[in-house]
């Protein structure tokens, strides 16, 4: 059975920064692309960016040049790195492994408020 349980979302103020973690287990993890996904009130689910089994990553625009995401195979960990964070992106983000069906995490809540 999949598991991803996501960790370090909080309140930050405008400009702060975050990184986020989502540690999987009962995959192989160095298999699958991985990504984080985010949902604000009253807004589809939208992705934020993903990292594939080879390291290539892929960004959404609205966080180029702030985010960066990464893995850590040997820890079976992805990471959202967020920077120069901004009120826009207030929502609760998922981790997600490309798995058949998809897998998802419970989500954590990531607060940009002054």
């Known amino acids: 059975q999949v598991e991803l349980v996501e960790s370090g979302g909080g309140l930050v103020q405008p400009g702060g920064s975050l990184r986020l973690s989502c540690a999987a287990s009962g995959i192989i993890f160095s298999l699958y692309t991985m990504a984080w996904y985010r949902q604000a009130p009253g807004k589809e689910r939208e992705l934020v960016a993903k990292i594939g089994s080879s390291g290539y990553t892929n960004y959404a625009d609205f966080v180029k040049g702030r985010f960066t995401i990464s893995r850590d195979n040997t820890k079976r960990t992805v990471y959202l790195q967020m920077n120069n964070l901004k009120i826009g992106d207030t929502a609760v983000y998922y981790c997600?492994?490309?798995?058949?069906?998809?897998?998802w995490g419970q989500g954590t809540q990531v607060t940009v408020s002054s």
């Open positions: 997600n492994a490309n798995t058949a069906g998809g897998s």
